[in-house]
C-alpha cells in the first residue's frame, strides 16, 4: 500500500520540507498500522530488528535478501507509511544491489539505503570502526541501486561507515562521490561533534541523513540547518515489545493469572492494529454481514 498510495512521492515531500524527521522503527504489519495512526511520517525497517524478528539472531547478515524483502512486503501491504529499509551491502556485489533493488522496490518500500561496510564480517580479527570496501566499489554500487530502480520516486541513499573507519577526510570524499553518482541522499554512521556535521554539510549540497548521535547534535533545528532531514533514534520499538513479551510470560509462569496481568494492550488498541473497521467494512459488503 505505502508505494501505491503515493508513499514515495509523500516521502519526497516530508524530507524536502526542511526539518529533520525521525522515523518510527516498526517490524511488523501492527507496528507500521499504529505508526501511521499516530502520524509519522515515515517507519523505517533496520536490517538488525529484521534478523532478530525473522530468525532470533543478531545482525551479523545471516538474514536473505528474500526474507528481508518478505518482511518488507508485509508490512507495505498492510500500511500507507512510507517505508525506508536498511539494505545493508545490498546483498553483495553490485549485481547484488541490483536485484535488492528490485525485490524491495516491488515489495513497495518507499526507499533504502545501501552501504559501503565491508559485509559480512571477514576472518581475522575485529578492525575497530569495521572496514569498508574500496571509494570505487562503493560508487559502483550506487550506480547499480540507481540504474535498478524503476519508479524515478524510490529514494536511494548512499550510506557510509568511513568516517569511524578511514576518518572525516575519506567520509566526505565519499560522500560527494555518492551524489555525483546521483544517490537522493546520503547517510554518514559516527558523527558525534557538531564541528563533523558541519564540515559534512559544507563540503556537500543534498540532503543528509544520519543515524543515532550523542547530546551535542541532539538538537532538531541544529540537523535541520545543516539539511540533516531523517536522523535514526534507535529501534526501541522491538526492544519494548521485548521486555512486554519477556515480562508477560515471565508473570504467567509464575502464576500470575490472565486477568491480572499488567501491562496488556486494550481492546481498542488491538482492533487499530488488527483494522478492524476495515474488515468490518468488508465483511458487510460482502457477506452480508
Known amino acids: 500500500m505505502g ?6 512521492k509523500g516521502l519526497r515531500a516530508a524530507l524536502a520540507a526542511g526539518k529533520c524527521l525521525h522515523p ?14 499516530i502520524g509519522y511520517e515515515v517507519g523505517i525497517l533496520g536490517g538488525s530488528v529484521a534478523a532478530l524478528t525473522v530468525l532470533g539472531a543478531p545482525d551479523l547478515i545471516l538474514l536473505t535478501l528474500s526474507e528481508f524483502v518478505e518482511q518488507a512486503r508485509r508490512i507495505c501491504r498492510a500500511s500507507a507509511l512510507p517505508l525506508m529499509c536498511d539494505a545493508d551491502h545490498g546483498y553483495g556485489n553490485a549485481l547484488n544491489v ?9 515489495a513497495g518500500v518507499a526507499g533504502m539505503t545501501i552501504e559501503d561496510t565491508l559485509l559480512p564480517r ?31 520516486d524510490l529514494l536511494i541513499v548512499g ?25 537522493d541522499a546520503v547517510m554518514l554512521t559516527g558523527i558525534k561533534r ?80 488488527e483494522r478492524r473497521e476495515e474488515f468490518d467494512r468488508s465483511i458487510a459488503a460482502f457477506l452480508g454481514g
Open 194 to 273: 557538531r564541528e563533523e556535521l558541519e564540515a559534512v554539510a559544507a563540503a556537500t549540497r543534498g540532503m543528509l541523513m544520519l543515524g543515532q548521535v550523542g547530546p551535542a547534535l541532539a538538537d532538531d533545528a541544529l540537523l535541520a540547518a545543516n539539511r540533516v532531514c531523517f536522523q535514526i533514534r534507535g529501534h526501541q520499538t522491538y526492544m519494548a515489545a521485548l521486555e512486554a513479551a519477556h515480562r508477560t510470560l515471565m508473570a504467567m509462569r509464575q502464576g500470575t493469572p490472565p486477568g491480572e496481568l499488567a501491562g496488556l494492550a486494550a481492546r481498542p488498541l488491538v482492533m487499530q492494529a
Open 159 to 183: 550510506r557510509s561507515s568511513a568516517l569511524e573507519a578511514a576518518g572525516l577526510e575519506e567520509a566526505i570524499g565519499r560522500a560527494r562521490a555518492f551524489e555525483e553518482a546521483g544517490v
Open 98 to 106: 541490483m536485484r535488492a533493488v528490485q525485490e524491495l522496490e516491488a
Open 3 to 8: 508505494a501505491e498510495m503515493g508513499g514515495r
Open 24 to 37: 518510527a522503527s516498526v517490524f511488523d504489519a501492527p507496528t507500521a498500522i499504529l505508526a501511521e495512526r
Open 122 to 152: 571477514p576472518f581475522g580479527p575485529a578492525v575497530p570502526g569495521g572496514q569498508v570496501i574500496s571509494r570505487d566499489e562503493a560508487v559502483g554500487k550506487m550506480r547499480a541501486a540507481l540504474a535498478a530502480r524503476r519508479d524515478p
